[in-house]
């Protein structure tokens, strides 16, 4: 089989939503309609949460305000809103894994089935939510624990290699973390996150699929990856600019108090802009999460694991009727 791009899966993604367009509009509305109200509203809560001013909730001054806290260091006047935003970002990290998990779990399930034709139940999308959670968030435990592991030993590296410089006699005019090495961290993070992304792009898909976890769905992820590494890519690449873009475009209108005490008469234009964007959002994630599932599949046809898929799911629609039992079993082919 010929390697399926990006818009093949997009095609084949789009096929079988609309197929079955109120079964995943439930599900969009019961778990990514909450995933994308939080990711766009967070910093209104969190401000609400630490009593902030929430005229600096704009993202230059969050950022210069970050930075100038890191530099005076924790102090007892700081100490308070410190931790209230650990409490905050603890809660909501917890919210969102709870629904990424929930959200991965249904619409695996629906495309999986819509995909071989079988039925596509909103009950039984729901039941599978309890066997795969477990699952999934052991997969998360132990990728998160390999990026974490991974960031640490190259801490450890630089600090090691600065060491060496400094016993070597090379004098810093500077604080070693200047510009060019934020900049250098920064290019490293980013890299490092897109092989990530390509190579485990469908590691939670074999989690609810396959029933395995931990690394063993990373290792298969990575395997059943190659020869098409750069769909995921331009897959990750597409739904994360989108989903950059829309969050950047509702950054003015996030506080809907403020924008009412300071414009009521153009208040029902923001309260539009917000709706429209958060149903973008929404169809946006719909498609991330679907088109995952498609490359799953179409990575298996890839390496010939779909043709036995195929034989084992329709194994049981041959139906032995009383007048043919003394004769010869045909042999189907499937292609």
């Given at each position: ?48 949460f ?14 210069e305000?970050?930075?100038r ?6 102090s ?21 894994m ?29 039941a ?7 699952r ?19 801490g ?6 600065l ?17 060019p ?63 950059l ?6 950054v ?58 195929i ?21 189907v082919?499937?292609?």
């Amino acid at each position: 089989m010929a390697p399926v791009g990006f818009f093949g899966v997009l095609d084949e993604t789009r096929r079988i939503i609309h197929a079955h367009s109120r079964h995943f509009l439930g599900l969009s509305v019961l778990f990514l309609l909450p995933i994308s109200f939080l990711s766009v509203a967070s910093p209104t809560f969190k401000s609400s949460f630490i009593d902030e001013n929430p005229n600096d909730n704009q993202p230059h001054q969050r950022v210069e305000e970050l930075l100038r806290r890191g530099a005076e260091g924790f102090s007892p006047g700081n100490g308070g809103i410190l931790i209230k935003s650990v409490v905050f970002y603890l809660v909501y990290t917890a919210l969102l894994m709870v629904l990424n998990i929930c959200a991965t779990s249904t619409i695996v399930c629906s495309i999986n089935n819509g995909f071989f034709g079988r039925p596509v139940k909103f009950l039984d999308a729901i039941a599978s939510i309890p066997s795969s959670s477990w699952r999934l968030f052991l997969t998360i435990l132990s990728m998160n624990a390999i990026i974490m592991g991974s960031f640490l030993l190259i801490g450890v590296a630089l600090a090691l290699v600065l060491q060496a410089f400094s016993a070597l006699g090379f004098q810093f005019s500077s604080p070693p973390i200047t510009a060019p090495f934020i900049i250098a961290f920064s290019v490293m993070a980013v890299l490092g996150g897109l092989y990530v992304q390509v190579n485990w792009a469908v590691a939670f898909v074999i989690a609810v699929v396959e029933g395995s976890w931990g690394i063993e769905p990373l290792r298969r992820s990575a395997y059943l990856m190659k020869g098409m590494r750069t769909v995921p890519l331009f897959l990750t690449l597409f739904f994360s600019l989108g989903g950059l873009v829309l969050w950047w475009v509702s950054v003015d209108w996030l506080d809907l108090q403020s924008n009412f005490s300071k414009d009521p008469w153009n208040f029902p234009h923001k309260i539009a802009m917000s709706v429209l964007v958060l149903a973008s959002m929404t169809v946006l994630l719909l498609y991330g999460f679907g088109s995952i599932a498609v490359l799953y599949l179409y990575s298996k046809a890839l390496h010939n694991e779909l043709a036995s898929a195929i034989v084992k799911e329709f194994s049981q629609e041959y139906m032995s009727l009383p007048f043919d039992e003394h004769k010869v079993p045909h042999v189907v082919t499937v292609v």
